[in-house]
């Protein structure tokens, strides 16, 4: 039960991580490497405590629940990009189409 909690709180704050540096986009493309670190200091935090608070565990275990803090917390991040990348296919569509993004027509 305990790891599910750390889990659904993992994949929550991700979710809002991925929110908060969407809405601030003027910190892409120059903090990159920090902005990844910080997912994965998430991950590697969210493992950790699932370890220390569910353990003790052989090595390999231990770290089977980091990797899977990993899987958990890429998933809103994958789900992110994903989005993104149909929204830039319907932009082009619609351009292609004739259709201005804004949704006026050209003239």
Known sequence: MVSAVIYISLFIVKTAYAV???HHRQWRPNWDAVL???GWAFCVIAGLIDVTLTGPYSTLEGISRI???????GIPIFI????KIIQSWFERLLIHLGGDIDGNSPD
């Open 20 to 22: 908060v540096i969407e």
């Open 36 to 38: 990844i670190a910080i």
């Open 67 to 73: 990797l899977f803090a990993f899987l958990i917390g």
């Open 80 to 83: 992110w990009q994903v989005l």
